[in-house]
Nanobody, 123 residues
Framework: QVQLVESGGGSVQAGGSLRLSCAAS????????MGWFRQAPGKSREVVAA????????YYADSVKDRFTISRDNAKSTVYLQMNNLQPEDTAGYYC????????????????WGQGTQVTVSS
């Protein structure tokens, strides 16, 4: 059974940090690039960051560059998102997904999603 389980969300004040984890199972994790996404109430889901199978290629949305860091541990079948200097506009549900094909920045490039973890940033 394919499964992605996100964890690490919570409530923080502006300027704070959180580290999200996404534990994968049911597929050979190391052969998939992975992505992190977020969706705020009333807004479309957007790609936040993505990482290639070995970590050699990384993509960040402009809105999170220099604040967020994506990484992966293939031995643990886990992808991480370190989020620093969080701002209220980062408040959203955060999701991870397997990349199937195509540009990292495109939602359609991903085919299986976790249930998400909520991040709330207060000012």
């Amino acid at each position: 059974q394919v499964q992605l389980v996100e964890s690490g969300g919570g409530s923080v004040q502006a300027g704070g940090s959180l580290r999200l984890s996404c534990a994968a199972s049911g597929r050979t994790f190391s052969v998939y690039a992975m992505g992190w996404f977020r969706q705020a109430p009333g807004k479309s889901r957007e790609v936040v960051a993505a990482i290639s199978r070995t970590g050699g290629t990384i993509y960040y949305a402009d809105s999170v560059k220099d604040r967020f860091t994506i990484s992966r541990d293939n031995a643990k079948s886990t992808v991480y998102l370190q989020m620093n200097n969080l701002q209220p506009e980062d408040t959203a549900g955060y999701y991870c997904a397997y990349h199937k094909s195509g540009n990292f920045s495109m939602l359609l490039a991903y085919d299986y999603w976790g249930q998400g973890t909520q991040v709330t940033v207060s000012s």
